[in-house]
């Protein structure tokens, strides 16, 4: 059974950084992409960053570049996310996610087919 | 950047077929996906490349795009289908994700 468990959310001061962690079973993590994914309660999605299989590649969205870091460990099948210079506006849950493979083409399928329950984050001074 | 346009919310009687449209420039060289996210719960994927249905995801979920929308239709809409429902596309052109904006289903 594929299981993803996000931890590391709390609250922290405008300017602080934080660290989220997403610990991974069921799969073999390595083969996949993996996302974050922000969500003010309430409110919509919001993609925040990918990080391919083998961890050298990464795209972010405009709102985070710079500020954020998607890194991983596959040895230990673990996702991060780095979060540095936090902004208020970076309050939500956080979710990260298994991007769907296609093996019928061998390549990743833009998508996201397994979530983490959530971790929450509150930017407040 | 790119944008993906839902309508805020969509009303349907039990029994009957929900459509949930989802716009965007040349989504139709994009795959899309939509996501059902009921109340206090994570996202869930019901439909993937466009028109496939993850495993689990019952028949009467499917998805199309031409042109510019996308779209997901609910047939014998029931009310365990009153949630949140999301469509997401990657915009090669920048290399990232996008959601739409949410369209809230409510089965009357």
């Known amino acids: 059974e594929v299981q993803l468990v996000e931890s590391g959310g709390g609250l922290v001061q405008p300017g602080g950084s934080l660290r989220l962690s997403c610990g991974t079973s069921?799969?073999?993590?390595?083969?996949?992409?993996m996302h974050w994914v922000r969500q003010v309660p309430g409110k919509g999605l919001v993609w925040v960053a990918l990080i391919y299989g083998h961890g050298r590649s990464t795209q972010y969205a405009d709102s985070v570049k710079g500020r954020f870091t998607i890194s991983r460990d596959n040895a230990k099948k673990t996702l991060y996310l780095e979060m540095q210079s936090l902004r208020a506006e970076d309050t939500g849950v956080y979710y990260c996610?298994?991007?769907?493979?296609?093996?019928?083409?061998?390549?990743?399928?833009?998508?996201?087919?397994?979530w983490g329950q959530g971790t929450l984050v509150t930017v407040s001074s | 950047s790119y944008e993906l346009t839902q309508p805020p919310s969509v009303s349907v009687s039990p029994g009957q077929t929900a459509t949930i449209t989802c716009s965007g420039d040349?989504?139709?060289?994009?795959?899309v996906c939509w996501y059902q996210q009921m109340a206090g719960q994570s996202p869930v994927m019901v439909i993937y490349?466009?028109?496939k249905r993850p495993s689990g995801i019952p028949e009467r979920f499917s998805g199309s795009n031409s042109g510019n929308t996308a779209t997901l239709t609910i047939r014998e809409t029931q009310a365990i289908d009153e949630a949140d429902y999301y469509c997401?596309?990657?915009?090669?052109?920048?290399?990232?994700?996008?959601f739409g904006s949410g369209t809230k289903l409510t089965v009357l």
């Open positions: 490349q466009d028109t």
């Open positions: 040349k989504l139709i060289y994009q795959y």
């Open positions: 996610g298994r991007e769907t493979y296609d093996f019928v083409n061998g390549r990743p399928a833009p998508g996201i087919d397994y």
């Open positions: 069921g799969f073999t993590f390595s083969t996949y992409w």
């Open positions: 997401q596309a990657w915009d090669s052109g920048t290399d990232i994700y996008v």
